[in-house]
């Protein structure tokens, strides 16, 4: 279990820069003038250029790695929940880094998700000192 913990904490917050740089890049990619195959084609052409939107993609590919590697000696029950983890690291990159404007009530969710992870880790442990 402890494991998979340290694996999930490091792929959240690799997911979580991934985030952030998607988001910079995306926003340097100029969005639709028309709606034309052609505006289609230079949209995605300077998606597929940024840097930032490449990057981005690519830690979110590590994420996804991780992911399957957790999935795959880990219980989806347990594994997928923790995931959530992205919320609190995102949101605190977006006020930060970002300087986003984060409500009280975005907080209090972060604070609501925190809570579920933390009841998602005690009751795996409680069910593996059940098993022995």
Known sequence: ????????????MIE???IIVLTRGLKEVQGWREHTVSEVARVAWNGV??????????LEAVFFGALLYMLSIGEASF???LTSLVFIF?????Q???REKVTWA???GVLLITAGAILVG??????????K
């Open 122 to 131: 005690y009751g795996e442990a409680a069910r593996e000192a059940a098993l």
């Open 16 to 18: 979580a820069v991934g």
């Open 49 to 58: 250029t940024n840097v930032k939107v490449v990057g981005g993609v690519a």
């Open 79 to 81: 594994v997928f929940p």
């Open 96 to 98: 930060f880094i970002l």
């Open 90 to 94: 995102t949101t605190l990159a977006a």
């Open 1 to 12: 279990m402890a494991k998979i913990i340290i694996i999930v904490i490091v792929a959240t």
């Open 106 to 108: 975005s907080w209090a």
